[in-house]
């Protein structure tokens, strides 16, 4: 497909080398990750953290994921843990940001981390993303790149859709592979699951050998995703149906459902990881459909599955 954004870069050498510098002057960019494409910027600075925020639109008392390339500058600015290797020795680099506690002489600016005394971490597995985190000697504060509560942008077009010609550097890294955001693990006294993701409960007991909690509430902000509206493409959204009427966007899962006009079917063959990636895919494209209502067949609530539906819960309002 032809490219029609002028803002939209392929990655090669050159236009590494100018993000590089953009980086550095404390602009923002949009780059992909695995999970979902994120609004990057230096996170030592509050200068770009602030336009960060700006862009978004997003509330100060929501705080910025902090991305690393490896283990190094992370010493600098959290206490680390053993719970924390163990899992950073399994998961990482991959979808799933831990939230810690920050050291006091953390260069991280307060913003980012909405004057927490936390922060959230995470080491992206995307090769374009490590590459810039590789040379620079600063983390990438990078929430989703779309505006507050708005859907997550799974594409470099999307990021070019939600905010034009704002963004003045938006690297092409391909759809993103999993298409949801991180699962966020607070290690904070005992484990405690805020946001699930493709990495799930299931997955982190195993290798802790012992039970964690799964409290996704929205008493502490202490990371993106706990607002109760959130993920949302605006537009009323009816949780658990069997059937809708032709006027209505149905967003379907499985065979068991009859294609039509208005259904979208998140996967036919009834994989939860392809109906992730799908997500807001659909969401975009029934948006721009001007469906006046969304209807949502039951997504089973097992493995990412149960990632998906807080995503539809918080999209619908309903958390």
Not at 87 to 114: E, V
Not at 134 to 145: G, N, Q, T, V
Request: charged share 30%; with cysteine; hydrophobic share 35%.
């Amino acid at each position: 497909m032809k490219n029609i954004y002028s803002n939209i870069l392929k990655f090669n050498k050159k236009n590494l080398s100018k993000t590089l510098k953009y980086l550095r002057r404390s602009n923002i960019v949009g780059l992909p990750t695995e999970t979902v494409y994120g609004l990057a910027g230096n996170a030592y600075s509050s200068k770009s953290v602030k336009k960060i925020y700006n862009l978004k639109k997003r509330p100060r008392i929501n705080p910025l994921i902090i991305h690393y390339y490896d283990l190094t500058k992370l010493y600098n600015d959290v206490e680390i843990n053993e719970t924390f290797l163990k899992l950073y020795k399994y998961f990482c680099p991959g979808p799933i940001t831990f939230i810690m506690k920050k050291k006091k002489s953390s260069k991280i600016s307060k913003l980012a981390c909405a004057n927490l005394k936390t922060v959230g971490v995470r080491f992206p597995n995307n090769k374009i993303t490590r590459k810039i985190l590789k040379r620079i000697d600063f983390p990438l504060a990078m929430p989703s790149a779309n505006k507050a509560n708005a859907v997550s942008p799974v594409t470099a077009s999307d990021v070019a859709d939600e905010f034009g010609k704002d963004i003045k550097i938006i690297i092409d890294g391909r759809k993103s592979k999993i298409g949801i955001e991180s699962t966020v693990l607070d290690l904070n006294k005992k484990p405690n699951i805020l946001r699930p993701g493709v990495i799930s409960r299931e997955k982190i007991e195993k290798i802790l050998k012992k039970r964690i909690m799964n409290s996704n509430i929205n008493k502490n902000i202490k990371s993106p995703g706990m607002f109760k509206k959130h993920y949302s493409p605006n537009i009323p959204m009816i949780l658990n149906k069997k059937k809708v009427s032709k006027n209505h966007a149905f967003i379907t899962f499985g065979k068991r459902y009859k294609k039509s006009i208005n259904t979208y079917n998140l996967s036919e063959n009834s994989n939860l990881y392809e109906a992730a990636r799908n997500l807001y895919k659909l969401f975009r494209k029934i948006k721009k459909m001007n469906y006046k209502k969304i209807y949502v067949a039951k997504i089973p609530n097992k493995g990412i599955g149960v990632a998906i539906n807080d995503r539809l819960k918080r999209a619908a309002g309903k958390k």
